[in-house]
């Protein structure tokens, strides 16, 4: 008896004479880069190294478009952008032992904020491979152990055979929710040694949808269709999900004011009568939730930045749509339902029962207002006076990606990101050097809008080789350096805790004259002329920086009292 996937895999005729003489000078470097083809790639970032050498190599016999950074951390980077913006898996090509490690900091974030990240790392030759201590050049005992507790899966090669099986299954996983990066290594010696192995086509690597269980979302729905008061947190994976116009629906069903996360900024419309915006940090917010009888969570775990450092004690119920497994009830009890955002959100609005409520947005309206009374009462124009100019010179379609600086600080909470997938910061991991690498990636992916970086000096001081990136790829960032000359945040955390700041102060270069020298455009502005000078720059093609020498400050918090 014949079955319809048995005529399915017969090869054709034309097949079968590709596959019994493929091209000569092929290697096991070759069966990476075309699995990579064959699964739709088609940008891959990274650093060649001695151990890599099979897969660059193998990059010129490729349609592959091949990005490459000056700092793996910074390849990771702009890889975890890549990712975001366009929702694929984003191919990081690195050497081994100190080339692979390097990357640990950007696969962390990665992990952190769910971006796809496809990481495949050069190993060791075969015959060292054990933890045994032969003295190869980068030898680690356990390479991928370094890895484990930071990526989403390890996948370990020692065959050319294996090699398009493991890529595969490891796309799989990075793609399917909750997004995130994976680990694969493969020996020096397989990626060099010829291969006979047919040309890698066809690759299947669907990922798996994460579903709801049915009888949760009817008790969440009953829940939310008879609640007085009902609020929603959302986070990052409403916008990895691309679930922004279910949440709005929903949100609008049920008269729910919505407030965004830092990693969910942009989820819900900004000005919407029911946007709550993105003061997280802030006790008025955090009061009005915990006044809601029902508060439903998506795409977050609610951890420090989204719960006022855990200050936020919900009195009412609590329902978390969240598709990683390990956040879900992970710091409040709730009706826990394991699903991706999308779907979640998609089955209950089949089950809600539409609510009428005409005093939502009176609240939502009130608590603004104490909002921006409280912000108004710490004369902090200077701050907010720069990122207004920052909103009005950047394009409301353009992203932007925000280094761990109290300009981004202010940003989770203040920015109006203009849509999903605009605004993009570190602080899932919270690390140095994000910005600009990550605008990087992102101009890769989208060369048909400009980018915004922005950095303190301190962080801009990580990215700086960068720029030599930026230059070669003609890349269409303009990166803002707020330049108050060291560690800003610690230089404010330090002397509100202890009366004076240590080891926060920075010797730093001219930074127009540094970009000027890598030949990128540089200027140096102020805050009366940041907006023309940043418009301009966002208007010219290519790279540039503007400097802004300035000391911003935070707002007061209202998580210590």
Same mark, same amino acid.
């Given at each position: 008896m014949t079955h319809d996937h048995d005529l399915e895999l017969r090869p054709t005729a034309a097949q079968t004479e590709a596959a019994l003489n493929p091209p000569p000078g092929r290697n096991g470097g070759d069966l990476v880069v075309e699995t990579l083809a064959g699964l739709g790639a088609t940008t891959v970032f990274g650093l060649p190294g001695q151990h890599a050498l099979g897969m660059f190599d193998a990059l010129r016999r490729s349609d592959l478009r091949y990005i490459g950074l000056r700092v793996e951390n910074n390849a990771g980077f702009a890889a975890d952008a890549y990712g975001r913006i366009t929702g694929e898996a984003a191919p990081l090509l690195l050497s081994t032992g100190p080339g692979a490690l390097t990357s640990l900091a950007a696969l962390q974030e990665a992990r952190a904020a769910s971006a796809p990240v496809l990481a495949i790392s050069s190993q060791i030759p075969t015959a060292g491979l054990g933890g045994g201590r032969h003295g190869y050049l980068h030898e680690l005992p356990d390479q991928s152990a370094s890895f484990r507790g930071v990526v989403k899966s390890v996948h370990t090669v020692r065959a050319q055979s294996q090699i398009p099986s493991a890529i595969a299954e490891a796309w799989k996983s990075a793609l399917t929710a909750p997004h995130g990066p994976v680990w694969v290594e493969i020996p020096q010696d397989v990626l060099l040694a010829p291969t006979l192995l047919p040309v890698v086509t066809a690759v299947d690597a669907t990922p798996e949808d994460v579903l709801p269980r049915p009888e949760l979302t009817a008790v969440a729905a009953d829940l939310l269709s008879r609640a007085a008061r009902p609020a929603i947190i959302a986070g990052g994976g409403v916008v990895r999900s691309d679930a922004s116009k279910k949440l709005r629906q929903l949100a609008e069903k049920l008269r729910a004011p919505v407030v965004t996360t830092p990693g969910g900024k942009g989820a819900f419309p900004w000005t919407h009568p029911l946007s709550l915006q993105s003061w997280l940090e802030d006790r008025h917010t955090t009061d009005?939730?915990?006044?809601?009888?029902?508060?439903?969570?998506?795409?977050?775990?609610?951890?420090?930045?989204?719960?006022?450092?855990?200050?936020?004690?919900?009195?009412?119920?609590?329902?978390?749509?969240?598709?990683?497994?390990?956040?879900?009830?992970?710091?409040?009890?709730?009706?826990?339902?394991?699903?991706?955002?999308?779907?979640?959100?998609?089955?209950?609005?089949?089950?809600?029962?539409?609510?009428?409520?005409?005093?939502?947005?009176?609240?939502?309206?009130?608590?603004?207002?104490?909002?921006?009374?409280?912000?108004?009462?710490?004369?902090?124009?200077?701050?907010?006076?720069?990122?207004?100019?920052?909103?009005?010179?950047?394009?409301?379609?353009?992203?932007?990606?925000?280094?761990?600086?109290?300009?981004?600080?202010? *940003?989770?909470? +203040?920015?109006? %990101?203009?849509?999903?997938?605009?605004?993009?910061?570190?602080? !899932?991991? &919270? /690390?140095?050097? =994000?910005?600009?690498?990550? *605008?990087?990636? +992102?101009?890769? %992916?989208?060369?048909?809008?400009?980018?915004?970086?922005?950095? !303190?000096? &301190? /962080?801009?001081? =990580?990215?700086?080789?960068?720029?030599?990136? +930026?230059?070669?790829?003609?890349?269409?960032?303009?990166?803002?350096?707020?330049?108050?000359? &060291?560690?800003?945040?610690?230089?404010?955390?330090?002397?509100?805790?202890?009366?004076?700041?240590?080891?926060?102060?920075?010797?730093?270069?001219?930074?127009?004259?540094?970009?000027?020298?890598?030949?990128?455009?540089?200027?140096?502005t102020s805050p009366e002329t940041l907006e023309e000078d940043l418009a301009k720059s966002l208007a010219t093609p290519g790279p540039s920086v503007v400097v802004l020498p300035a000391v911003l400050r935070m707002f007061a918090a209202t998580h210590l009292g």
């Open positions: 009005f939730l915990e006044d809601a009888d029902v508060v439903l969570v998506v795409g977050s775990g609610l951890g420090e930045l989204s719960s006022n450092y855990h200050t936020f004690k919900p009195r009412g119920r609590v329902i978390q749509i969240e598709a990683d497994l390990g956040k879900l009830e992970s710091n409040h009890p709730a009706l826990g339902i394991h699903a991706d955002a999308w779907h979640g959100l998609q089955a209950l609005l089949e089950t809600v029962t539409e609510r009428a409520d005409p005093t939502a947005e009176g609240r939502v309206a009130e608590l603004l207002g104490r909002v921006r009374e409280r912000i108004a009462a710490q004369e902090l124009t200077l701050e907010q006076g720069v990122l207004d100019s920052v909103r009005r010179a950047l394009p409301a379609n353009s992203p932007s990606f925000w280094d761990m600086t109290i300009l981004a600080y202010w *940003a989770w909470s +203040a920015f109006d %990101a203009k849509g999903p997938n605009h605004l993009h910061s570190a602080q !899932g991991a &919270g /690390g140095l050097g =994000y910005g600009f690498p990550a *605008a990087l990636g +992102a101009a890769a %992916a989208d060369p048909t809008r400009p980018v915004l970086a922005v950095s !303190g000096d &301190g /962080g801009a001081l =990580y990215s700086i080789a960068e720029l030599a990136t +930026a230059k070669q790829y003609d890349l269409n960032v303009t990166w803002l350096i707020v330049d108050d000359g &060291g560690y800003g945040i610690l230089r404010e955390y330090m002397t509100d805790t202890f009366g004076e700041a240590t080891a926060t102060e920075l010797t730093r270069p001219d930074y127009v004259a540094l970009a000027e020298s890598f030949g990128v455009r540089g200027v140096r």
